[in-house]
């Protein structure tokens, strides 16, 4: 059934200081409305139960990406088109230009945000794989101040994340230290555009004379959060490439994961799937 | 019912035109152009950013205006189909649908047409693999594409010869 409108506020303080006022004064009352590619969904659908948001949208300090020597740090707002288009992460972290590229159409690579990708908390979110490979950080921001911490720690289960009602998700940082590393990101759906994926693999590897000096690897839609696959990258780490050492590694990770029947795909599909694409990945890392 | 929102007026430019529209702040773009606007060239296919017949352009980017919400819309340029052609003086890609065939039932080709006139003014010599790219967020029952990327194609080609789009 559809909504009916007059029962929705949405506000749009011109700065960032009059948002995060409205989001502090009374918490949890007032909630962030970005680019609203998940949201309206929702409205239309009649199954968006809050009622008062605050849009976000046009708030220039959430907007830019900022470069150092160092680290990047991508604004919250910036949208799958502005990160497709930056340079910088297109020639150092092609991962996050990949998930981008596959998120939706153009239309909504135009609206749909980094910070609303986080925040909307879907386990089976294009981006996240690919921050947990890049060991991102994100830092939130409320009238209190801000505060930073790991990405992987963000999540804490299905739709749970690490964020009070009075915060925003400022910046994602991405450390340029990390380069020259074989990298691998495959997203499978029902087809190849516009489709939530049944599974999503993204992983980096630095890789010298056959050895594996460092490896990390993440998945979506395989757990209640996105996931770090600790477990295998653990088995990898240090090794020779080899099929007897893809073979264990197989068996890992299927243990590492938990996917559900769900009406996209099936368990038995998902961790079947899970291997396959290690195997493309130990391809990736041999070539 | 407490806290009932009052509609506000979006102030924007539409199709050229400053315009001023009544609208309750989360109501769907797609329902101001249609309803308060009267420009019912953007249609509502599945209502869930997926099929892109509702596709506008909001300050030259694509969006899909049914996950648009009024409020948004405020000091917005907007471009719709209808302002696509000038005056008779259809655009190039509207003249190769016409001559490719690349309409059939037309509820997709609104939002197909401004998908590409869109593409074709970032992209004005596309490849046949940023077309299917660019269009991938627009969905047609009828035409299996093949008339539509024939279209697209054709059009790079004559955009060289025709006003920029």
């Known amino acids: 059934m559809r909504a009916s409108l007059p029962s929705y506020e949405l506000i749009a303080p011109e700065n960032l200081g009059p948002a995060l006022e409205m989001l502090a004064q009374a918490p949890g009352v007032w909630k962030p409305f970005a680019g609203g590619t998940d949201l ?71 609206r749909g945000t980094l910070g609303g990708n986080i925040a909307n908390a879907s386990p089976a979110a294009d981006s996240p794989p690919a921050l947990l490979v890049y060991d991102a950080q994100i830092e939130l921001i409320s009238a209190k101040g801000t505060r930073r911490l790991p990405y992987r720690d963000f999540h804490t289960g299905y739709k749970k994340i690490q964020m009070r009602d009075d915060e925003l998700i400022w910046r994602i940082h991405l450390s340029r230290a990390l380069k020259q590393r074989k990298e691998y990101y495959r997203k499978v759906g029902t087809r190849r555009a516009q489709a939530i994926s049944k599974i999503c693999f993204a992983a980096a590897a630095s890789v010298e004379k056959g050895r594996i000096n460092d490896v ?66 130990f391809d990736a890392m041999s070539s | 019912m407490l806290d009932r929102a009052k509609k506000i007026r979006v102030r924007c430019t539409l199709n050229g035109s400053m315009v001023t529209l009544d609208a309750y702040p989360m109501a769907r773009l797609l329902d101001v152009l249609r309803d308060e606007a009267g420009l019912t060239g953007a249609k509502e296919g599945c209502g869930e950013g997926e099929c892109g017949a509702c596709c506008v352009e909001l300050d030259g980017e694509l969006v899909n205006s049914c996950l648009v919400p009024a409020l948004q819309a405020e000091g917005a340029t907007i471009r719709t189909i209808e302002g696509v052609a000038k005056g008779e003086k259809l655009h190039a890609v509207q003249q190769a649908f016409i001559t490719h065939g690349g309409a059939q039932c037309g509820i997709c080709t609104p939002g197909m047409v401004l998908a590409a006139v869109n593409l074709l003014k970032r992209k004005p010599h596309a490849t046949e693999t940023e077309i299917r790219e660019g269009l991938s967020g627009n969905l047609c029952r009828c035409t299996g594409y093949t008339k539509i990327f024939a279209a697209v194609m054709a059009s790079c080609r004559d955009m060289d010869r025709t006003v920029e789009g």
């Open chain 1, 40 to 110: 309206m969904v929702l409205l239309e659908a009649g199954k968006l139960p809050h009622r008062k948001f605050v849009s976000i949208w046009k708030l220039p300090e959430l907007r830019r990406i900022e470069v150092s020597p160092e680290s990047l740090a991508i604004g919250a707002l910036s949208t799958y088109t502005e990160i497709q288009r930056n340079e910088i992460l297109q020639c150092e972290f092609p991962l996050l230009c990949r998930a981008a590229s596959e998120t939706g159409g153009i239309a909504t690579q135009n």
């Open chain 1, 216 to 281: 990390k690897i993440a998945l979506g839609s395989v757990a209640p959060t996105v996931l770090r696959a600790t477990e295998t990258e653990k088995t990898l780490y240090g090794e020779k490439l080899s099929s007897a050492l893809l073979k264990s590694a197989q068996a890992i990770l299927v243990r590492e994961i938990s996917p559900i029947d769900d009406m996209r795909s099936t368990a038995v599909y998902r961790r079947r799937v899970a291997q396959n694409l290690l195997a493309e990945f």
